[in-house]
Nanobody, 122 residues
Framework: VQLQASGGGLVQAGGSLRLSCDAS????????IGWFRQAPGKEREGLSL????????YYTESAKGRFTISRDGAKNTVYLQMRNLKPEDTAIYYC????????????????WGPGTLVTVSS
């Protein structure tokens, strides 16, 4: 069973990145998937969630209007499209799974994969 976030990198302010959360050994469709990030010296922050089954989405204020979460069941992948990136978006980004979460609150998530680093230069 593996969960892996990828797609991070270095981008200039105003640019875009698409992060992927890939799973092997289990099916993401049956779980709620959350995206989180942790900047140096800061606590982990919830960004977005896509619910199991219905695929409803939720965004925190940090993500609203610039980030879009989506799911591709055929690829067993959840994406986080990030636009108009700002230097303060620099962080390690993580995806995580939950069978009960309806909000991206870290304590509600059970399984975390290694993160991917996003660096936004000014």
């Amino acid at each position: 069973v593996q969960l892996q976030a990828s797609g991070g990198g270095l981008v200039q302010a105003g640019g875009s990145l698409r992060l992927s959360c890939d799973a092997s050994g289990f099916t993401l469709d049956y779980l709620s998937i959350g995206w989180f990030r942790q900047a140096p010296g800061k606590e982990r922050e919830g960004l977005s969630l896509i619910t199991k089954n219905s695929g409803g989405t939720y965004y925190t204020e940090s993500a609203k209007g610039r980030f879009t979460i989506s799911r591709d069941g055929a690829k067993n992948t959840v994406y986080l499209q990030m636009r108009n990136l700002k230097p303060e978006d620099t962080a390690i980004y993580y995806c995580a799974t939950s069978n009960r979460a309806v909000l991206p609150i870290a304590d509600e998530f059970d399984y975390w994969g290694p993160g991917t680093l996003v660096t936004v230069s000014s």
